[in-house]
């Protein structure tokens, strides 16, 4: 049996119009971009760590106090004047990119995503149009004066929709509402999720954190990795932020191109995804952003 290259990643500093603009067509399986939402504010993260201090801020174990110690800023603004005009060059460069059997999914919210629903039938037309699918969380402030928005919306085109990858046995299993109502076999079994998908928020003091803005959950990115991509594929994510794609897909075999204009956050990559010693484009990481990978960098976040 011929031997097959382990997966690889890649990451560009930049514009990402520019650089996707250069890569071939169809040379992609998968693609997913998770653009700034257009919500009209700056989306910034403040990172800060705890020092023992008797006249601290804070109560810890047994009643000792801590002093907040703020070190550091993660931010970027989210608001342009045209959004759409924005996205829709880098939406026909998608399509452009994506091999024939491959899927495209974009990650919005309420705000955005019904013009990019129209925007994207244009593009892939309408009959490429597979699901929405509703990240749905419970995390956060409620609204006094109206239904508080707790949902994501990811829009899934197959770019040929009668070929394209979906492994069905791959689908991880959810334990049923109602298992009395279903046979002992079926709820041990558990079933497969619909189109929304439950799901909490990276947690604030979790291990899978990175300190940037906007991060997206592991466990929401490696289902779409799992059953719209196979083994040895390449996915793209050009609005890479903290590189979960990047992740998610080295962990499950697939080889993945991450592009940002950010520096943050690609220093953020450059730290998360140093187990895999990535490859950088238009930009030299520092000597301790990727220093020999800890063991638990090489496990991963559990």
């Known amino acids: 049996m011929p031997q097959t290259s382990p997966p690889t990643v890649e990451i560009h500093f930049g ?13 992609f399986d998968l693609i997913y971009i998770d653009p700034p939402f257009n919500t009209g504010k700056t989306q910034a993260r403040t990172q800060i760590r705890t020092v023992r201090d008797e006249n601290g801020d804070r109560v810890g174990y047994k009643g000792q106090r801590y002093r907040t110690v703020r070190v550091g800023l ?9 959004f759409l005009g924005f996205l829709e060059p880098r939406l026909e460069e ?22 990019a629903k129209v925007m994207l039938d244009g593009i892939f037309g309408r009959d490429s149009f597979m699901n929405e699918i509703i990240w749905a969380y419970d995390y956060g402030a409620r609204s006094k004066k109206k239904w508080s928005a707790k949902h994501d919306n990811i829009l899934w085109y197959a770019k040929d929709p009668t070929c394209y990858t979906y492994r069905y046995d791959d689908i991880d299993r959810i334990p049923y509402m109602a298992p009395g109502l ?7 079994r558990g079933k497969t999720p619909t189109d929304t ?3 909490t928020i990276v947690s604030p003091n979790g291990k899978e954190k990175t300190g940037y803005p906007t991060q ?3 466990g929401i990115i490696n289902r779409l990795i799992r059953v719209h991509s196979n083994p040895g594929d390449r996915v793209l994510d050009f609005f890479a932020g903290s590189g979960t794609i990047g992740e998610a897909a080295i962990r499950q075999g697939r080889s993945a191109v991450l592009v940002d204009n950010n520096e943050e956050a690609v220093k953020v990559m450059a730290k998360r995804l140093r187990f895999d010693y990535p490859r950088f484009v238009g930009w030299t990481p520092s000597p301790e952003l990727v220093a020999e990978p800890t063991l ?7």
């Open 74 to 82: 993660k931010a970027f603004a989210d608001n342009f004047d045209d």
């Open 216 to 218: 997206k959950p592991l």
């Open 296 to 302: 638990l960098d090489s496990i991963g976040a559990q």
């Open 94 to 115: 998608a399509y452009r990119l994506l091999k024939t059997t491959g899927s495209f999914f974009l990650h919005l919210d309420y705000r955005e995503v019904h013009y």
């Open 197 to 199: 998908w439950w799901h």
């Open 182 to 188: 279903v046979t002992k076999e079926k709820a041990e």
């Open 15 to 27: 514009d990402n119009l520019p650089i996707i603009r250069d890569f071939p067509d169809e040379s």
